[in-house]
């Protein structure tokens, strides 16, 4: 039983820049830019200034920089926390398959920790992009231990789980730790992972992602000072639950040693990147909603919501995200009906149609208290296999349909170069002017030939 863990820990140890293929490399940096992005525009929410506000109170050595906060520094694990609270502020972070948000957990640590270290051991752009994808990879095996994992979840927030156990892996290789160091980081991060899915659609959740990087942090900096810890915490040893105490169905797999033929997860399994902040399953219901109200306007030659008698929503079965009628922001992002009737009634959304005006619009009251919603048998709460359907129910008797199978942005249908730094300027202009955003972007771009990855935490 001992090879399992010992094989991630291994792995992490061992594994060189050599080994991430010219696809990796690509994506991961695409990953990166996008977090660094929403993580920027994150940094003017409500919700992140409560968490920079607390862990100012407690930072004591303070070196490591903050998202959008020029001239602001807190300690290493505290500047994680708040960047991780930012990234997830807004739901506007990556998201995989199986479901979690991967690079959340994993960046705010990395950036944190690169400039914690002296400059004699400071890791370049290639170090730094290593660990990346460790924490990533890290991730993307522990979720295909179970079959829940693949499913829209109910019990544990995915990041809060495997994000806290990438965020150890990333920065014990960042940190450069021995293999039984590796090992312990992970059964330390074990210890300080999970967070409810009750706390989805509140301002607790931003704090999961807060968490898991910072706790998978600390986990790597208490492992790499001696503290020890249960060396099988991967393996499934009857009576005694390890990491597979957060799932029911679990069936852990070893980590091969890295060697010139290891594929990563990335290179099959691409990443979502969301167009507007809000649930990646909105993105379905936003898209049929355009879909089906371009056909409106041209039956009717404009949008007239007098003309509707019923809107049908067909959507998986998820309790969390099916809300009639939010009443916050966080709440309207995790909404199918306020959603799809935002998309009907304005053409588009995006983060002014989260704003406490716009979600106590009159009209769109009236177009949510005609949504219906219904539950068809093969759309099934998984991100690699849900659609989203709107369907409006006329006045006249007349019936239009739009239908979503893969939404733009989804892993089927990547965002392109261009759409992808349109996202990243619109978002990190709210806090950045435009030459350091093109510093930025040069920067991630070139990332493999950074002499100091510290460098790109100092331009945030």
């Known amino acids: 039983m001992w090879i399992l863990t010992s094989s991630f820990a291994s792995f992490i140890h061992a594994v060189q820049p050599e080994h991430l293929s ?17 993580g920027l525009v994150g940094s003017t929410t409500h919700v992140f200034d409560i968490a920079l506000q607390y862990c100012r109170l407690y930072s004591s050595v303070a070196v490591s920089s903050v998202y959008g906060k020029a001239g602001v520094k807190l300690s290493p694990t505290l500047a994680a926390f708040t960047n991780g609270v930012a990234t997830h502020s807004m739901d506007f972070d990556d998201t995989w398959h199986p479901a979690t948000h991967p690079s959340g957990a994993v960046l705010p640590a990395l950036l944190a920790a ?38 829209i979840p109910k019990r544990f927030h995915p990041p809060s789980v495997v994000g806290t156990m990438g965020s150890a892996a990333a920065t014990a290789k960042l940190l450069s730790l021995s293999t039984a160091q590796c090992a312990h980081a992970l059964g330390i991060a074990a210890s300080l992972a999970g967070a409810p899915m009750a706390n989805a659609a509140t301002q607790a959740k931003p704090l999961h992602i807060g968490n898991a990087t910072r706790l998978g942090f600390e986990a790597a900096l ?13 393996d499934d040893i009857p009576g005694c639950s390890g990491f597979s105490a957060f799932y029911r169905v679990y069936q852990p797999k070893p980590l091969s040693t890295p060697s010139d033929h290891h594929e990563f997860l990335l ?20 898209d049929a909603a355009l879909s089906v109200r371009n056909l409106f306007i041209n039956y009717a030659g404009s949008f007239s919501p007098s003309l509707i008698r019923t809107i049908v929503l067909k959507i998986p079965v998820s309790k969390y995200i099916n809300r009639p009628f939010p009443s916050s922001e966080h709440q309207a992002r995790h909404s199918f009906q306020f959603n799809a009737c935002t998309a009907l009634l304005d053409g588009e ?24 919603v219904e539950h068809p048998e093969d759309n099934v709460a998984n991100f690699d296999k849900m659609y ?8 006249s008797g007349d019936f239009l349909t739009g239908k979503c199978d893969t939404f733009y942005g989804h892993w089927r249908k990547p965002l392109s ?7 990243f300027r619109s978002n990190a202009s709210h806090v950045l002017p435009e030459d350091k955003i093109d510093t930025i972007i040069t920067m991630v771009d070139n990332l493999e030939n950074l002499s100091d990855s510290s460098q790109l935490a100092c331009s945030l």
Do not use: C, Y
């Not at 208490?222 to 991967?234: F, K, S, T």
């Not at 399994?269 to 936003?286: E, S, T």
């Not at 170069?417 to 996202?423: F, G, P, R």
């Open 22 to 38: 010219k696809t990796v490399r690509h994506r991961s940096k695409r990953m990166i830019l996008d977090s660094i992005g929403v």
């Open 114 to 151: 690169s400039q914690m270290l002296p400059p004699s051991t400071k890791p370049n752009g290639m170090d730094f992009l290593l660990a990346f994808n460790v924490g990533l990879e890290v991730q993307g095996r522990l979720m295909h231990f179970s079959t829940e994992a693949h499913n």
């Open 267 to 286: 290179e099959k399994q691409d990443i979502a990147f969301k167009r507007f902040p809000a649930h990646l399953g909105m993105h379905w219901v936003v």
């Open 417 to 423: 170069k261009e759409s992808l730094l349109k996202k």
């Open 222 to 234: 208490l492992a790499a000072r001696g503290m020890e810890a249960n060396p099988l915490i991967l």
């Open 388 to 395: 989203g359907e709107v369907a409006l129910l006329l006045h």
């Open 349 to 372: 959304v995006g983060l002014s149609s989260f704003t406490e005006s716009s979600i106590q619009r009159q009209e769109l009251r009236e177009l949510l208290d005609k949504v219906v």
